[in-house]
């Protein structure tokens, strides 16, 4: 399912805190991103008791809206009352405070910031899985007091992405692709994050092979004894670090060479007494492919 967007293009502040017995606000995270999921946090509703203002510097309201309150899905055993306020605003020109009202009665305050800059020097062509990688970043200064943190994440297809790493303010990030999904079509990201304001670096689009997909053979096991004449059970896993879904339904069983099933689980009604050669495959894949010996006895007499 592909998910609605509120926008594409302007920055949207995003506040997350805990709200006590007594009303008091505790912020938990906040950020700025590009995106916004028009779908509500699952059990979130929309308050009128609480209200989320964005002012400019001379403190006139630039942007006023309810926040979402829902029930945490942690709690602390001594304060079960707890619960989570959810705020999501646009930041218009201007914005400099963010202030949140419980029944018109002010209880956080926080300024905006500056947003920050980024600049990144990207590794060019095909990416090589085993190698490291430097990338050189150009950062703007982060204001006094404000934390700051760096994300980078691989994107892949339509809609797949992955954080790679998450660390502290550096001119420089390292990393090796060995272990990271892949494809033709390719982009690192690295976004800078500095108070509630963050900004995001793209590179451009570079190849890096796939990786394999995971198969197992959960059943039958080796050496197990199979009885001539009795069902014998097929059980398979796959899952593809690329996130292509559709292997399951891509599996292939045979036995000597013969189809018996495409599915995760397939039923070999009976085999004669003999050995057989089973192998599970992924149709349109040379790699990876499971072999094992099935070795079928006569039932033992009474």
């Known amino acids: 399912m592909i998910e609605k967007k509120l926008s594409t293009g302007s920055e949207w502040l995003i506040i997350e805190g805990l709200i006590g017995p007594g009303g008091k606000f505790s912020l938990l995270s906040s950020r700025s991103q590009q995106r916004v999921s028009a779908h509500k946090p699952k059990g979130a509703k929309k308050t009128s008791e609480y209200s989320l203002l964005l002012l400019d510097e001379e403190g006139e309201t630039l942007m006023h809206d309810h926040p979402m309150i829902r029930t945490p899905v942690v709690c602390h055993e001594f304060e079960p009352d707890h619960k989570v306020l959810v705020g999501r605003l646009p930041l218009l020109p201007g914005a400099a405070i963010v202030v949140i009202l419980r029944q018109e009665r002010e209880i956080y305050r926080c300024l905006v910031g500056k947003s920050p800059d980024i600049k990144v020097k990207w590794p060019k062509g095909r990416l090589q899985r085993g190698k490291s990688y430097h990338l050189s970043l150009t950062l703007s200064k982060p204001d006094k007091g404000d934390d700051a943190l760096l994300t980078l994440a691989i994107h892949w297809g339509a809609k797949h992405y992955r954080v790679v790493a998450i660390s502290e303010v550096s001119e420089s990030l390292t990393f090796d692709p060995k272990d990271l999904p892949g494809g033709k079509a390719c982009r690192l990201s690295v976004t800078y994050q500095v108070g509630f304001r963050s900004m995001t670096a793209v590179s451009p689009s570079f190849s890096l092979a796939p990786l394999k ?35 399951p339904a891509a599996l292939r069983w045979s036995v000597d060479g013969k189809c018996v099933g495409t599915s995760p689980q397939a039923l070999i009604s009976g085999l004669p007494e003999g050995e057989y050669r089973l192998q599970l495959s992924i149709d349109g894949m040379k790699q990876p492919v499971i072999k094992r010996t099935l070795k079928v006895h006569q039932a033992p007499k009474i």
């Open 213 to 247: 997909p995971h198969l197992r053979m959960l059943k039958p096991r080796e050496e197990t004894t199979l009885i001539a004449g009795a069902p014998v059970s097929l059980v398979a896993e796959v899952d593809d670090p690329q996130g292509n879904r559709s292997l």
